[in-house]
C-alpha cells in the first residue's frame, strides 16, 4: 500500500477511482476549521455496499450496515482509528444531497477526485462568521434530533446559532420525544464531553430539547438550598460540572501532588465510549436530581434533602436507563451519586484514621478516587457562608484521600495476613464467619495493627468468640 493509500482519503481515492464521490458534512467542516479527524463521511454515485466491501479488503478491515442510516455502510481499519462512512447519494446531484442536511457548516462537499468546493448554502461563510444556521425551514421537521444537535456543534466548535435558526429548533423540540433514544444519547455524550458542556446545556435548555431529553436538569430551576449554597439547584448542578472540568483539564492546581494520578484515572476507558472523566461529568450532572422531592424544611427554617444521596442513585440510573447506557455507566454514576456525600461528612470528622480511611474506601468501592474528585468539583461549586474554609479542609482530606484510594483503584489493597482456608482449619470457622472475619482482619491490617501470620490468628481467635 502506497503512503496516498495509507490515508483514508487516499485509500479511497485509489480504490473509487473513476467513480463519482463527495467527502461530505462534519469531515469537510472539520478539514476547514484545521481539526482532526478520523471519521469520514462519503457520499457516493453508486452502491454504498459495494464500494464499502472493496475499500474493507484494500485497507484489510471490516465492513457492515449501519441500521436506520439509509443504507449507509461503515468501514473500520484495523491499522488505525476512526472510521469511514459511505452514504448513496441522496438525489440526482450532489447539490440535491446537501439540500437534505442540518446545517450549512455541514452541507458542504469536496469532490473526492479533486474539484472545488460544493457550497451551495454559504457553509465555508457561516464557519468564518462562527455562525450556525439551518440549510432549510425543514431541517427539523425532516429530523428532531437536530434540535439536539444544534446545541451539541454550537458548544463543540464554539458557534452561535442564528436566531431563526434557534426559534425553529424550539418550534420542533417536542419532536424529540419520538426519537430513539440512542441516537439521544449520542447527542448528550458529546454535550457532556464538549469543553463548553455547560454552554451546550444552557442553549439545549433555551431551545426546549433539555425539558424533552433530560427533564430531570429542568425540574431543578427554582429548587433553593441552606445559607452554604449561593445558587439554587439548577445553578449549583451547572456550576458543579463546570467546576469538574476545570480540575479535568488542570487537576495539579487543585490536587496537588494527586494529579496526575487524577489525570489518568480520568482517562481510563469505562464504557459507551466515554472515559471515566467523562463519565463522572455524567454524575456531576445528576448526583442532586433528587434534591426537588426530598427537599424539606425544619421548624427552624433549615432547609434539608434527606435522603437525596439514595433516591438520587436510583433516578441517575433511571435516567440512563432510559437513553439506552450501557450497564457499566449506569452502575457508575449510580454509585457516585449514591455516595457523594460521604467525604464531606468525614471532613467533620477529623483528623481521619488508617480504620476510618479504610471504611471510606471500602464503602465506596469501586469509585473511591472518582467520586473523591466530585466531591471537590462539588464543594469548589457550594461558595455560601463560610465557603472558603470548608473549601480549604475539603482539599486537604481530599488530597490525603486520594493519596489512598488512587493505589486502592490500581489494585494495591491490603490483604489479610492469614487466608480462609487457613481460618477454618486453625479455628473451625465456616461460611459467613470466615468472612466477617477476613474482613476485620483486612481492616486491621490497613490499620497496621496487626502485621504477621501469628498477629492475625490471635485477633481471629478472639472475633471468633464475639
Same mark, same amino acid.
Given at each position: 500500500?502506497?503512503?496516498?493509500?495509507?490515508?483514508?482519503?487516499?485509500?479511497?481515492?485509489?480504490?473509487? !477511482?473513476?467513480?463519482?464521490?463527495?467527502?461530505?458534512?462534519?469531515?469537510?467542516? /472539520?478539514?476547514?476549521?484545521?481539526?482532526?479527524?478520523? /471519521?469520514?463521511?462519503? !457520499?457516493?454515485?453508486?452502491?454504498?455496499?459495494?464500494?464499502?466491501?472493496?475499500?474493507?479488503?484494500?485497507?484489510?478491515?471490516?465492513?457492515?450496515?449501519?441500521?436506520?442510516?439509509?443504507?449507509?455502510? #461503515?468501514?473500520?481499519?484495523? %491499522?488505525?482509528?476512526?472510521?469511514?462512512?459511505?452514504?448513496?447519494?441522496?438525489?440526482?446531484?450532489?447539490?440535491?444531497?446537501?439540500?437534505?442536511?442540518?446545517?450549512?457548516?455541514?452541507?458542504?462537499?469536496?469532490?473526492?477526485?479533486?474539484?472545488?468546493?460544493?457550497?451551495?448554502?454559504?457553509?465555508?461563510? %457561516? &464557519?468564518?462568521?462562527?455562525?450556525?444556521?439551518?440549510?432549510?425551514?425543514? !431541517?427539523?421537521?425532516?429530523?428532531? $434530533?437536530?434540535?439536539?444537535?444544534?446545541?451539541?456543534?454550537?458548544?463543540?466548535?464554539?458557534?452561535?446559532?442564528?436566531?431563526?435558526?434557534?426559534?425553529?429548533?424550539? =418550534?420542533? +423540540?417536542?419532536?424529540?420525544?419520538?426519537?430513539?433514544?440512542?441516537?439521544?444519547?449520542?447527542?448528550?455524550?458529546?454535550?457532556?464531553?464538549?469543553?463548553?458542556?455547560?454552554?451546550?446545556? *444552557? $442553549?439545549?435548555? %433555551?431551545?426546549?430539547?433539555?425539558?424533552?431529553?433530560?427533564?430531570?436538569?429542568?425540574?431543578?430551576?427554582?429548587? *433553593?438550598?441552606?445559607?452554604?449554597?449561593?445558587? /439554587?439547584?439548577?445553578?449549583?448542578? $451547572?456550576?458543579?460540572?463546570?467546576?469538574?472540568?476545570?480540575?479535568?483539564?488542570?487537576?495539579?492546581?487543585?490536587?496537588? %501532588?494527586?494529579?496526575?494520578?487524577?489525570? +489518568?484515572?480520568?482517562?481510563?476507558?469505562?464504557?459507551? *465510549?466515554?472515559?471515566?472523566?467523562?463519565? &463522572?461529568?455524567? @454524575?456531576?450532572?445528576?448526583?442532586?436530581?433528587?434534591?426537588?422531592?426530598?427537599?424539606?424544611?425544619?421548624?427552624?427554617?433549615?432547609?434539608?434533602?434527606?435522603?437525596?444521596?439514595?433516591?438520587?442513585?436510583?433516578?441517575?440510573?433511571?435516567?440512563?436507563?432510559?437513553?439506552?447506557?450501557?450497564?457499566?455507566?449506569?452502575?457508575?454514576?449510580?454509585?457516585?451519586?449514591?455516595?457523594?456525600?460521604?467525604?464531606?461528612?468525614?471532613?467533620?470528622?477529623?483528623?481521619?484514621?488508617?480504620?476510618?480511611?479504610?471504611?471510606?474506601?471500602?464503602?465506596?468501592?469501586?469509585? =473511591?478516587?472518582?467520586?473523591?474528585?466530585?466531591?471537590?468539583?462539588?464543594?469548589?461549586?457550594?461558595?455560601?457562608?463560610?465557603?472558603?474554609?470548608?473549601?480549604?479542609?475539603?482539599? /486537604?482530606?481530599?488530597?490525603?484521600?486520594?493519596? @489512598?484510594?488512587?493505589?486502592?483503584?490500581?489494585?494495591?489493597?491490603?490483604?489479610?495476613?492469614?487466608?480462609?482456608?487457613?481460618? @477454618?482449619?486453625?479455628?473451625?470457622?465456616?461460611?459467613?464467619?470466615?468472612?466477617?472475619?477476613?474482613?476485620?482482619?483486612?481492616?486491621?491490617?490497613?490499620?497496621?495493627?496487626? =502485621?504477621?501470620?501469628?498477629?492475625?490468628?490471635? #485477633?481471629?481467635?478472639?472475633?471468633?468468640?464475639?
Amino acid at each position: 500500500m502506497s503512503a496516498a493509500e495509507a490515508d483514508p482519503v487516499g485509500l479511497a481515492r485509489a480504490v473509487l !477511482a473513476g467513480e463519482p464521490a463527495w467527502l461530505v458534512g462534519g469531515a469537510v467542516r /472539520d478539514r476547514l476549521l484545521g481539526r482532526t479527524t478520523t /471519521d469520514l463521511d462519503l !457520499a457516493v454515485a453508486g452502491d454504498p455496499q459495494d464500494a464499502a466491501r472493496r475499500l474493507a479488503r484494500a485497507a484489510r478491515g471490516t465492513a457492515f450496515e449501519l441500521s436506520g442510516t439509509h443504507g449507509a455502510w #461503515r468501514v473500520v481499519r484495523r %491499522d488505525r482509528p476512526g472510521h469511514l462512512d459511505l452514504l448513496a447519494l441522496q438525489g440526482e446531484a450532489i447539490e440535491a444531497d446537501l439540500a437534505r442536511r442540518d446545517f450549512t457548516v455541514n452541507a458542504m462537499a469536496e469532490p473526492l477526485h479533486g474539484g472545488p468546493l460544493v457550497d451551495p448554502f454559504g457553509g465555508r461563510a %457561516d &464557519l468564518a462568521a462562527r455562525r450556525l444556521r439551518m440549510v432549510a425551514a425543514r !431541517a427539523f421537521s425532516d429530523d428532531p $434530533l437536530r434540535v439536539l444537535r444544534l446545541a451539541r456543534i454550537a458548544c463543540e466548535l464554539d458557534l452561535e446559532p442564528e436566531p431563526l435558526s434557534s426559534r425553529a429548533a424550539a =418550534a420542533h +423540540a417536542g419532536g424529540l420525544a419520538a426519537v430513539a433514544p440512542e441516537r439521544v444519547f449520542g447527542e448528550v455524550k458529546r454535550i457532556l464531553s464538549a469543553d463548553r458542556a455547560v454552554a451546550g446545556l *444552557e $442553549l439545549a435548555e %433555551d431551545v426546549g430539547a433539555a425539558q424533552v431529553v433530560l427533564p430531570e436538569l429542568s425540574a431543578l430551576h427554582g429548587v *433553593e438550598q441552606n445559607v452554604y449554597h449561593h445558587r /439554587d439547584v439548577h445553578g449549583h448542578t $451547572l456550576e458543579v460540572l463546570q467546576a469538574l472540568i476545570d480540575l479535568q483539564a488542570d487537576p495539579g492546581r487543585y490536587l496537588g %501532588d494527586q494529579g496526575p494520578g487524577v489525570a +489518568a484515572l480520568m482517562a481510563e476507558p469505562l464504557a459507551d *465510549e466515554l472515559t471515566r472523566g467523562q463519565a &463522572l461529568r455524567f @454524575a456531576a450532572l445528576l448526583h442532586d436530581t433528587a434534591k426537588p422531592v426530598t427537599r424539606a424544611v425544619t421548624p427552624e427554617g433549615r432547609v434539608t434533602f434527606i435522603g437525596h444521596d439514595v433516591a438520587g442513585a436510583e433516578l441517575a440510573r433511571a435516567v440512563l436507563t432510559r437513553l439506552r447506557a450501557a450497564e457499566k455507566l449506569r452502575a457508575f454514576v449510580a454509585a457516585v451519586t449514591l455516595h457523594h456525600l460521604r467525604l464531606g461528612f468525614l471532613v467533620h470528622r477529623q483528623p481521619l484514621d488508617r480504620r476510618g480511611l479504610y471504611r471510606y474506601l471500602r464503602t465506596t468501592d469501586p469509585v =473511591a478516587a472518582d467520586v473523591t474528585v466530585l466531591t471537590v468539583a462539588d464543594r469548589l461549586a457550594t461558595r455560601g457562608r463560610k465557603a472558603q474554609e470548608a473549601i480549604d479542609r475539603h482539599l /486537604d482530606l481530599a488530597r490525603r484521600v486520594l493519596g @489512598a484510594a488512587l493505589p486502592w483503584h490500581a489494585g494495591r489493597r491490603p490483604r489479610s495476613p492469614v487466608r480462609g482456608d487457613e481460618l @477454618a482449619r486453625e479455628l473451625g470457622l465456616r461460611g459467613p464467619d470466615i468472612g466477617r472475619v477476613l474482613a476485620a482482619l483486612e481492616e486491621a491490617s490497613y490499620a497496621g495493627e496487626i =502485621a504477621t501470620r501469628e498477629e492475625a490468628l490471635t #485477633r481471629a481467635r478472639a472475633l471468633a468468640d464475639t
